[in-house]
């Protein structure tokens, strides 16, 4: 926060006549430093997006019904800092020198994105469940969450440190460049964090998109005869647990997810990658003092994420309030292990005749249709 005080800007004319009243000068001095650099957060706007967030957060927490417990606490605490942070800049357009509302806004909007990534990791575990262990780049599903959750924490601990070593300067009026060059840290490790969790998403979509259809047709050519063959003829390549959440009924939710999810993932991407180049430029740089790239890149983006999200719910897409989702361990799905223990007992010859008979019928019981498909591949292998 250096410069806070020393870069500001006076907003009402400097010269007060000579037969100024008292509450004239008190008025002059309280617009006489502003901690925005000259730049006045406008009123109508703020508290628009205070009513927007109000709808959002109180739609979130409807949304606790559809029993998506870590997705939901994430966007109702994003809903609670947003809301927070445009009281903070509201309460400045009354009060520039004040440093109360000046800090409401920073901190609660700069850490709100943490909250909303921190739900939206724990998504891509699902979808890796949902579509099959083999699909994972990590060792487990949960790992994507604990790395990445990890690094938005060790980010938002940075960015506390230099925002608290900042304010601890400026309270004794000693310059806040240590304090800001620790907060902008911050905001690189996170900004660098969604990079990479950007590249395990689209290698994750890659393979469930792509890699399968390769599968399916034994080819190795993105082609538009390939592009177009429906998700519903490669199924049988997904993990059939799942099965009837993905296709039966097919579900615009459902179907849609991945891509909300994407696009949502890039607001917020947008929204940090802004925020770094902001704070980069100082408290006085041309970004901080200019309000409409803050309406476009941080205050749209964050609004436009979180709408994504509302209408795409996870509780609506994996349909939160009656199917089971739990996160499990390892390249293979679990069930496939005990399937796979079949398998070894058949190649050694320990299975009975009516043993392998069983192990046909329920496999046919469960899906007809995709047991023919993979009985064409290897008949004990699911």
Not at 88 to 95: D, F, K, L, V
Not at 319 to 325: D, L, M, N
């Amino acid at each position: 926060m250096s410069g806070l005080y020393s870069n500001s800007t006076v907003l009402i004319k400097d010269t007060l006549p000579a037969n100024a009243t008292t509450v004239q000068i008190l008025e002059h001095l309280r617009h006489k430093v502003s901690l925005y650099s000259g730049m006045v957060p406008n009123v109508a706007f703020n508290i628009s997006m205070i009513a927007i967030w109000g709808v959002l957060l109180t739609i979130q927490v409807l949304q606790l019904y559809y029993r998506q417990w870590w997705f939901s606490i994430a966007f109702i605490c994003t809903g609670v800092l947003e809301v927070l942070g445009y009281i903070g800049r509201t309460w400045s357009h009354y009060n520039l020198p004040a440093m109360n509302p000046f800090l409401l806004n920073m901190v609660c909007l700069t850490i709100a994105p943490v909250f909303t990534m921190g739900g939206i990791y724990y998504q891509l575990a699902k979808l890796i469940e949902i579509y099959g262990h083999r699909f994972s780049l990590l060792p487990s599903p949960m790992a994507y969450s604990f790395i990445f959750i990890a690094s938005d924490i060790i980010s938002l601990a940075i960015q506390a440190a230099g925002g608290g070593t900042a304010g601890m300067a400026v309270r004794v009026n000693k310059s806040a460049q240590t304090g800001d060059n620790i907060f902008v840290a911050g905001l690189a490790i996170q900004v660098a964090s969604m990079f990479f969790f950007l590249l395990f998403w689209f290698q994750f979509l890659f393979r469930i998109y792509i890699q399968v259809r390769f599968e399916h047709t034994n080819t190795k050519k993105i082609t538009k005869q390939l592009l177009m063959i429906r998700q519903s003829e490669i199924d049988y390549l997904y993990r059939e647990k799942f099965h009837d959440l993905r296709i039966d009924p097919d579900r615009w939710v459902f179907r849609y997810f991945t891509l909300a999810m994407t696009a949502a993932v890039l607001c917020i991407f947008t929204r940090c990658c802004y925020r770094l180049a902001e704070l980069s430029e100082g408290w006085s740089g041309y970004l901080i003092t200019h309000e409409w790239y803050f309406i476009i890149l941080d205050a749209l983006m964050m609004t436009l994420a979180t709408t994504i999200f509302t209408i795409f719910h996870p509780g609506f897409a994996f349909k939160g309030k009656y199917t089971s989702i739990p996160i499990t361990t390892g390249h293979v799905d679990p069930e496939t292990r005990s399937d796979n223990s079949f398998d070894d007992d058949l190649e050694n010859n320990k299975l009975s005749v009516s043993d392998i008979e069983k192990e046909v019928v329920e496999r046919f019981d469960k899906k007809p249709k995709t047991f023919f498909k993979k009985m064409l591949k290897n008949p004990f292998k699911k």
